[in-house]
């Protein structure tokens, strides 16, 4: 006898206790759609619900001579109460022989993924396992049922789950590759119509224990199921997420009032967590069989408080005190992975009655961070119950230090011109604590300080010179409330990078101007041991394309080879030939020239490479500017 492998992976059944009430949950049987045995894996579909169904659970254990007791998948309509139609049958071909279920579809509704008993073939243990399965929706049927290509009949791959775009698909699977050969979560991406070969969500999600039923809401939160450690019993119900690197990894136990001692299967979120679908085989009072299908509700119990910030010595109101609100403990799981407005962090301020007004989440604790200037700051944690215990909450400053506003100004040397952008470091000397500004577009930027320290202040920005103002004996201005502090910047060291002109038709050295200019240049690369050089060989426009382009390159190879000589190391310098290719006047093939035009073409360009010493801009000479007199009249031969 064939041994069929069930949707639930022999899971066994164990029924659980009643359901913890939870503030702000509510939990409701679908008395409509369950039945006395298995019912579980709801998938939101149109105007209502597809799930996977069966008559008798009995094919956990073996399976049957009456097809009845494998699982389908059904359908039923949501009504305008809120109540559901009696379940129909999904017509087409995805209903088979042995169980079908635990679907997933695509944005449009028109392509599904489901998992069925492989119908093909049985792995080595006589097992039929488990498969996915693509369906088109043509005429309100599902037909062209195909295998997706990484199934196989050696392992199960089952439980599909998409992502709000279609394009991200995880299941479960215990393929080669799985933790210690139990179920764990895989996710394959569509690309060009194909899906990718799977990956293995990795350690961050899956153990030793079994991991199914995966569920990805709008967001690509995933919900899964699985046995292992750490849960309250059975299958429970797990949150996951996929990190900025690309990385999957847990978030946490979606904790009470959904997960109880006994298995829960599937965990489907809607709208921000505020509605779902949950299937579970607890001891609900409204429970109809084995596992049943709950809609489950969530309105966050939110409270109005008003906090008000006083003198602790005078207890007058303070206006114009920060009030920073951050939670850093929630009430539970789905707070945590939504949160809202109410659950991020609120920064405000107090109004002329020393107050602010802010809505918090019962069951959240938050910190909140108090300052104003001439006061010490305040950092509590507070749980929400104890904010609104008593209205209002109040929160006592103590006078502190004078504090004061610092506005740092960079500015070119001497010019005075704003220098925006520039990377601003101010050390307090006093703490030795340094703080990191960037200046705006206006060059300024603009931090607090204690009047009572001094400060070191340090400007930098490419590729001016760096410069360092101290900050001190200033208490009197501080105490005003502002100080301003201007950094000049001074502009960088121009070093010019001179070129090299040779007789006609030659590429030697000159002696009356190209070796100084080479002697120079050895100079230069001396003092800035980092600079390395590019050697571009010209030619003036007389003579053929090829004679020049060999002439150009023996110019820059000669210029190269002095510098060689000189203890300039080969590999700080490039060449390249030009031949006549880059006149730098109008003297071009048949236009008549006087020989002094033809000079300035007859040069090798001197150019900066790359170089790492810094306030140093290193600029090639124009050579359109120079006037440089030539060896001699000939104009027959270049």
């Not at 956990?60 to 559901?84: H, I, M, R, V, W």
Request: charged share 25%; with cysteine.
């Amino acid at each position: 006898m064939k041994n069929i492998k069930p949707l639930f992976l022999l899971l066994a059944l164990a029924m659980g206790f009643q359901l913890v009430a939870q503030q702000g949950f509510e939990l409701k049987n679908i008395k409509e759609i369950n039945t006395t045995q298995l019912d579980f894996s709801p998938v939101p579909f149109g105007n209502g619900v597809i799930f996977t169904s069966s008559k008798s659970n009995r094919f956990l254990k073996c399976p049957s001579q009456n097809a009845g007791d494998y699982t389908d998948l059904k359908y039923a309509e949501k009504k305008a109460d809120g109540t559901f139609g009696e379940p129909v049958s999904v017509t087409g071909n995805v209903n088979g022989k042995y169980n079908d279920g635990c679907a997933a579809f695509n944005p449009a509704g028109n392509k599904m993924i489901f998992t069925r008993n492989n119908t093909d073939g049985k792995n080595a243990a006589d097992v039929i396992d488990l498969k996915l399965y693509s369906a088109d929706l043509d005429g309100g049927k599902w037909v062209n049922v195909a295998e997706l290509p990484f199934n196989s009949d050696d392992w199960s791959t089952c439980h599909p789950a998409l992502s709000k775009d279609g394009n991200l698909l995880v299941f479960a699977s215990n393929r080669p590759g799985s933790t210690e050969n139990s179920m764990d979560l895989y996710w394959s991406k569509l690309e060009n119509g194909v899906w990718s070969i799977p990956t293995n969500l990795g350690a961050g999600v899956n153990t030793t224990a079994n991991e199914l039923f995966p569920y990805l809401d709008e967001s690509n939160n995933l919900f899964f199921s699985s046995d292992r450690a750490g849960g309250t019993g059975g299958l429970d119900i797990w949150v996951a997420g996929m990190n900025g690197g690309g990385q999957w990894e847990m978030v946490g136990n979606l904790g009470a009032p959904f997960n109880q001692s006994g298995d829960d299967v599937n965990f489907v979120s809607m709208n921000g967590g505020t509605e779902g679908y949950i299937a579970s085989d607890r001891g609900h009072s409204d429970a109809q069989g084995a596992d049943d299908i709950y809609y489950w509700k969530y309105t966050p119990p939110i409270v109005d408080a008003i906090i008000v910030v006083v003198d602790k010595e005078t207890n007058e109101h303070l206006t114009g005190a920060s009030v920073d609100m951050t939670p850093t403990e929630y009430g539970n799981m789905l707070d945590k992975i939504y949160g809202d407005p109410v659950a991020q962090k609120n920064s405000l301020m107090t109004d002329r009655q020393g107050q602010v007004t802010v809505q918090v989440r019962t069951g959240t604790k938050y910190t909140i961070v108090t300052t104003k200037g001439n006061y010490k700051t305040d950092k509590r944690e507070v749980a929400a119950s104890e904010i609104t215990a008593k209205s209002p909450y109040v929160i006592p400053l103590e006078k502190d230090k004078y504090y004061s506003k610092l506005i740092v100004e960079v500015v070119e040397d001497p010019s005075g011109k704003k220098i925006p952008l520039a990377d601003i470091k101010i050390l307090d000397k006093t703490t030795n604590k340094v703080i990191t500004l960037t200046g705006d577009g206006n060059g300024e930027a603009t931090t607090q300080i204690d009047c009572d320290h001094d400060y070191e202040i340090t400007a930098s920005k490419n590729p001016y010179y760096d410069n360092t103002v101290v900050l001190k004996n200033y208490r009197i201005d501080c105490i005003d409330g502002e100080v301003r502090v201007k950094v000049g910047l001074k502009m960088p060291n121009i070093v010019i990078l001179e070129p090299i002109f040779f007789d006609f038709d030659k590429y030697y050295i000159r002696k009356r101007d190209a070796q100084p200019t080479l002697d120079n240049l050895v100079v230069t690369m001396n003092k800035y041991p980092s600079l390395q050089v590019r050697l571009g060989g010209n030619t003036d426009s007389r003579g053929t394309d090829k004679y020049n382009d060999r002439l150009s390159t023996n110019r820059a190879n000669s210029a190269k080879n002095y510098l060689i000589k000189k203890g300039i190391a080969k590999e700080r310098i490039y060449t390249e030939q030009y031949g006549e290719q880059k006149p730098i006047n109008n003297c071009t093939d048949e236009v008549y020239c006087p020989e002094t035009d033809h000079q300035l073409n007859r040069r090798t360009d001197v150019s900066a490479e790359r170089h790492q010493e810094p306030g140093i801009d290193f600029k090639t000479r124009q050579v359109s500017d120079m006037k440089v007199e030539s060896d001699r009249k000939d104009k027959k031969r270049n």
